[in-house]
């Protein structure tokens, strides 16, 4: 497996993610030696759709996204609506995008890249609700277990997490 020794992974999330889409991304992040942040809009902990409780590391509103080599988007559809809203979370996610620098997606998490305006000509997957709003906002949108485009890896639903995890971990390692 490749190493991220010396890398630092953002998490950007709230409550209502989908909480495999956080806990198998973190855990090989930290698997394979990256330290990783949970950055969320509010400071104290966040819980998933199915119970899972982390405590949030920084807030996004006083994070710099130069800080960090690259971001993770979990899924849940209540995370992703509230994150997208957030006018410092999308910022946060531009700067990924238009610097070219790693970001992963799954499952609704790619909701944000559509308000952060950075997909155009990007070749994703998501969730297969979104994607109409991934192609309006530039995409090609395609029904695949992971997807790598240079700086940005996708995948549909938990069922793609060992793939996704794979890919994800390979791109962040470079």
């Not at 709230?14 to 990256?34: I, Q, R």
């Not at 942040?37 to 759709?49: D, F, N, Q, R």
């Not at 070219?100 to 559509?114: N, Q």
């Amino acid at each position: 497996m490749a190493t991220l020794e010396g890398k630092k992974i953002a998490f950007l999330l709230t409550d209502g993610f989908e909480d495999s889409e956080l806990t198998s991304p973190w855990n090989t992040v930290v698997e394979a030696g990256g330290t990783a942040h949970l950055i969320a809009p509010e400071s104290g902990s966040v819980t998933g759709k199915k119970g899972h409780t982390q405590d949030v590391d920084l807030v996004v509103s006083e994070v710099d996204p130069a800080d960090y080599d690259a971001l993770v988007l979990p899924g849940g559809t209540g995370n992703a609506d509230a994150l997208r809203m957030d006018a410092d979370a999308v910022a946060f996610a531009r700067h990924f995008g238009q610097q070219a620098k790693p970001v992963s997606v799954i499952c609704h998490g790619a909701w944000i890249l559509t308000d952060a305006d950075v997909l155009d000509g990007r070749r994703m997957t998501s969730y297969p609700s979104l994607q109409t709003d991934l192609r309006n906002a530039g995409a090609t949108w395609v029904d695949e277990e992971v997807v790598v485009d240079t700086w940005l890896v996708s995948s549909r639903t938990p069922a793609d997490l060992a793939a996704f995890n794979r890919e994800m971990t390979a791109l962040f390692s470079r």
